[in-house]
Structures are given as C-alpha cells and as structure tokens.
C-alpha cells in the first residue's frame, strides 16, 4: 500500500528513543523528562477516595465544576490574572493534547507560525499537520536570548501565531518582564495569537518570578496559557493539565476538544482538587528543585562537560566539545552504550538539526540516581 504520509520527516519523538535505550542498556535515564520519585502519598489517598466514592463515569467536556473553580482562584491569587471557570479553562489530557489542540482549532492552511529554536519538538509536527508554515526565530546558545525586533522582522500579513516556551524546554532559560514588554510591543495593533506554554511555570530558580502571558492584559486577551499538573505534582503518567484562554478563543478550542478528547478522566481530576484545596505546594516547588539542580550541578563541575545556566525547568544542558567532536545524536548513544548515562541531543528540538555539540539532562531525580550519574560522567 502506498500512504500519502501526513508527515514524512517524522519520526519517533526523541523522548521515546532515548527511554527505550535506556531501558534496554538499563542505563541511568535522564533523557525524558520524569521524576524517579513518587509523589505525595496523600495525592494519591485522594485519587483513591475519589475512585471509591464512584466518580467513574464521564467529566463534563470542559473539565469537572471545583477543579475549575480552583485553579482560577489560584491564578487570580498567583498572577493576578482573572479567568472565568466557566469558559476560560479547560482541562486537558496534559500540555502535548492542549498545546494540539489549540494549534488544531487555530492554524489553517498558510498560516504562519513562529517559534524559537531550540524548540520542543511537538510544536513543528502538528502546526505542519495543519497545514502552517512554521517560521524558526534562532536562538543561541548560552543564553538563548530573543531579539524581538528581529523577531518583528519574520512577521508577515500570514503570521498567526507565536508559540512561547517559558521556562524552557529544552534550555532552562527565562522570559524576563523586559520580553514581555517587547513581546507586547510587536504584537499591538496585530491579530497573532499567542500559544504560551507555562508547563514548567513553578520551576524557576534564584528568586526569580515567573512572567505568565496571563498576568499581562495585552496578552492575555491573544493568548492560550498551558499547564501542566504533571510537572506540578510529580504525576506526569497520569497525563493532565489545562488551557487557560480568553472566551473567544477558548470557545474554539472546546470546539476540537470535544472531538479529540471529550474529557479527562474523572477520578484524577476530582483527587487532585481535593489534594490541591488542602495543601499549598507552589511554595515548596522551586526550593526543592534549587536543590536538586545545585546538586546536579556541582557534580558536574566535576566533569568535562561545560554547564550552561539553567535558570528554570528540570533540564541542565551541557557543551562537550572540549571531548569529542561527534555529532550530538552519536555523543548521546555512545553515552548511554559505554558510559551508561541517558540524555537527549538538542539537534532534535531544530527543524533542521543544528547541532551545537550540547546535551539535555532531566535532574528531577533522587540524589542517588544524579550521584550515580555524575560518577559515571566523571569517566568520561
Ligand atoms: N516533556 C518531556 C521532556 O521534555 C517529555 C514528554 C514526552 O515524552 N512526551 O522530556
């Protein structure tokens, strides 16, 4: 049979190489971005209560009343940003079905999207899928700043949508309030939509606040916001988050939403309510991972590999050129094959490849696992 492929540069997501590999050469795996730790035992208890107590049949579309309610409370609270629960939130099938999802209901053929390169590799498939054009803006390494007013320069009369990604994946840089600023600059007078993607928004490090597109009125009204309770929670298995939108977007949002996905499932969404109405996280959230990530860190100045700032997200990037000229995709399997350490080449979050000679490592792991890690990277 011969298929009219979709997609034909698409392969399998690097994040499903790497943990395959890892797996089969039992290697330590920080390639794909998961915690080795279990989450709060009383998250679960409240999964378990609510399986019990029968919330087993479908969620409304939009995602269950309280939780709704909830998480705009928290927002109002955290950024001051005002949603209304009744249709400006949905709750997803984690950030990947929401960020589809949006790019789905808003992109048409020609339409043309920006995103900054290095970029998390689910935006380019599934703009093209759409029929977008998607529109690099480059960025470089160690800082991966952007030039908005060259960011100006890739717009267009087609220009639909910018993705944003912060804190970032795969570099762990921030948007500071001055690229808001800037960001709300271009953008006056346009019709661009804005997908930010905020799923690591509570992983941010020094002190440093997170700037969410909803707490800007000028963006807010042009944007989509998603989250991510995986990264919140330590539960990226169960696969849920939401969208955050204004109603006319949101509106066209659901429209897809209700065909793809209909509803999350029920029982998670009324656990993690009730988990979230007890206990206050957010707080916590970014002093453990300074730790963890000031652990990683100071392991790997051990090491050969040169460390890039990291300034949120769970990732550390490393430069190795001063050990091998290979190309980042053989460093990455020859560090899983002989050295037993998993990572993710950055060439795979380039549409076309670029490779810097840098690696992605996940730190959200036990002390032990980045220990045990560091060891092994100290041989190389
Ligand atoms: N977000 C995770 C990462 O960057 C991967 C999620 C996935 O595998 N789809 O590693």
């Not at 955290?78 to 249709?87: F, K, L, W």
């Not at 808001?180 to 928004?201: A, F, H, P, R």
């Not at 963890?292 to 790997?300: E, G, N, P, W």
């Amino acid at each position: 049979m011969i298929l009219n492929t979709k997609l034909p540069n698409v392969g399998t997501t690097i994040f499903t190489v790497m943990s395959k590999l890892a797996q089969e050469h039992n290697a330590v795996n920080l390639s794909q971005g998961f915690p080795d730790f279990d989450t709060n035992p009383k998250l679960v208890a409240c999964v378990n209560k609510a399986l019990q107590n029968g919330h087993n049949q479908y969620a409304p579309m939009q995602g269950i009343q309280p939780l709704r309610e909830l998480i705009c409370e928290r927002i109002e609270n955290i950024y001051g940003a005002s949603y209304h629960p009744d249709n400006e939130i949905t709750i997803t099938s984690g950030g990947t079905q929401a960020i589809f999802t949006a790019i789905a209901a808003l992109i048409n053929p020609g339409d043309e999207v920006i995103i900054f390169e290095p970029a998390y590799d689910c935006y380019s498939p599934t703009v093209k899928l759409f029929g977008g054009l998607v529109k690099p803006f480059e960025l470089y390494a160690p800082n991966y700043e952007i030039d908005w007013q060259m960011v100006k320069k890739l717009f267009s009369a087609n220009t639909k949508m910018i993705i944003l990604n912060s804190p970032h994946n795969p570099t762990g840089s921030i948007l500071s309030k001055n690229d808001i600023d800037e960001l709300i600059k271009i953008t006056k007078n346009t019709d661009i939509i804005i997908l930010s993607d905020e799923v690591y928004e509570h992983i941010i490090y020094d002190g440093e606040k997170h700037h969410s597109v909803a707490q800007y009125p000028e963006l807010r009204e042009r944007s989509f916001v998603v989250a991510s309770f995986g990264k919140l929670l330590h539960t990226t298995g169960w696969k849920i988050g939401y969208c955050l939108a204004p109603e006319l977007l949101m509106k066209e949002f659901r429209k897809i939403h209700q065909f793809n996905v209909f509803s999350v499932n029920t029982p998670m969404q009324y656990g993690i309510y009730e988990y979230l109405n007890s206990e206050n996280i957010y707080q916590e959230l970014p002093i453990f991972f300074q730790q963890k990530r000031d652990y990683f860190r100071s392991l790997l100045s051990e090491t050969k590999f040169k460390l890039l700032p990291c300034k949120g997200s769970y990732f550390q990037c490393v430069n190795y050129s001063e050990i091998s000229e290979e190309p980042d995709i053989a460093m990455a399997k020859r560090l899983l094959t002989t050295f037993g350490v998993a990572s993710i080449p950055l060439s795979a979050f380039y549409t076309k490849g670029k490779d810097d000679k840098i690696l992605r490592f996940c730190f959200a792991k036990n002390d032990n696992t980045l220990l045990q890690a560091a060891e092994m990277l100290m041989k190389v």
